[in-house]
């Protein structure tokens, strides 16, 4: 949402939100956010990574991730109705959870812009390796003035997060899909490290 402030906004960042906050975004987008970038399984787009974590077992893994998600919920941008939405206590083999969170697309004085982000992670686990899925992606905007409902499939797909002749981000949600991939690569990065080290 687009928000007018009197003074400077003190927003609860939290450590992904801080360094990407630096980044400036241009229209001729990285190629990492261009063609193929956003992939679509039976018309959903779903981002998906398989990890390898050699000599541990699915129990290890199950209670890694379990940790992980956990206090994910509770990280500054969290909003209240992140939570833990599946668990698999008794096989390790599955463990879901729904986020909503704040994507920040600007943070300076007198205005702040950005959106309420939806997601599900769901983690596939077996004996040294586990398959994350980042899915259901939604976004709610502009919640103060008109809000407005985005899915996935209608706006930060290659169809419709680029432009015509794919070399360039989409004007309008192009901010969209370049904060929900960087958002998608931090959490992947990160959960690469917890289960590798």
């Given at each position: 949402?687009?928000?007018?402030?009197?003074?400077?906004?003190?927003?609860?960042?939290?450590?992904?939100?801080?360094?990407?906050?630096?980044?400036?975004?241009?229209?001729?987008?990285?190629?990492?956010?261009?063609?193929?970038?956003?992939?679509?399984?039976?018309?959903?787009?779903?981002?998906?990574?398989?990890?390898?974590?050699?000599?541990?077992?699915?129990?290890?893994?199950?209670?890694?991730?379990?940790?992980?998600?956990?206090?994910?919920?509770?990280?500054?941008?969290?909003?209240?109705?992140?939570?833990?939405?599946y668990t698999d206590d008794a096989q390790h083999?599955?463990l879901v959870a729904s986020y909503q969170e704040?994507?920040?697309?600007?943070?300076?004085?007198?205005?702040?812009?950005?959106?309420?982000?939806?997601?599900?992670?769901?983690?596939?686990?077996?004996?040294?390796?586990?398959?994350?899925?980042?899915?259901?992606?939604?976004?709610?905007y502009d919640e103060e003035r008109q809000p407005?409902?985005?899915?996935?499939?209608?706006?930060?797909?290659?169809?419709?997060?680029?432009?015509?002749?794919?070399?360039?981000?989409?004007?309008?949600?192009?901010?969209?899909?370049?904060?929900?991939?960087?958002?998608?690569?931090?959490?992947?990065?990160?959960?690469?490290?917890?289960?590798?080290?």
């Amino acid at each position: 949402m687009l928000l007018t402030l009197p003074m400077a906004v003190s927003a609860q960042d939290n450590t992904w939100e801080r360094e990407n906050a630096k980044v400036p975004y241009k229209e001729n987008a990285d190629p990492k956010y261009l063609a193929g970038a956003v992939p679509e399984v039976n018309g959903k787009v779903v981002f998906s990574t398989t990890i390898e974590a050699p000599g541990k077992s699915k129990k290890e893994i199950y209670d890694l991730l379990l940790d992980y998600f956990t206090k994910l919920t509770k990280e500054d941008n969290q909003l209240e109705q992140s939570r833990i939405s599946y668990t698999d206590d008794a096989q390790h083999e599955k463990l879901v959870a729904s986020y909503q969170e704040w994507l920040v697309f600007k943070n300076k004085p007198l205005m702040l812009d950005r959106t309420r982000f939806f997601y599900q992670l769901a983690a596939e686990i077996k004996d040294g390796k586990v398959t994350i899925y980042m899915s259901r992606i939604y976004y709610l905007y502009d919640e103060e003035r008109q809000p407005t409902t985005y899915q996935a499939e209608e706006w930060i797909n290659d169809r419709y997060g680029l432009n015509k002749k794919k070399t360039k981000t989409s004007r309008v949600s192009g901010k969209f899909r370049r904060k929900t991939i960087d958002r998608k690569d931090y959490l992947f990065s990160k959960i690469e490290q917890l289960l590798t080290k």
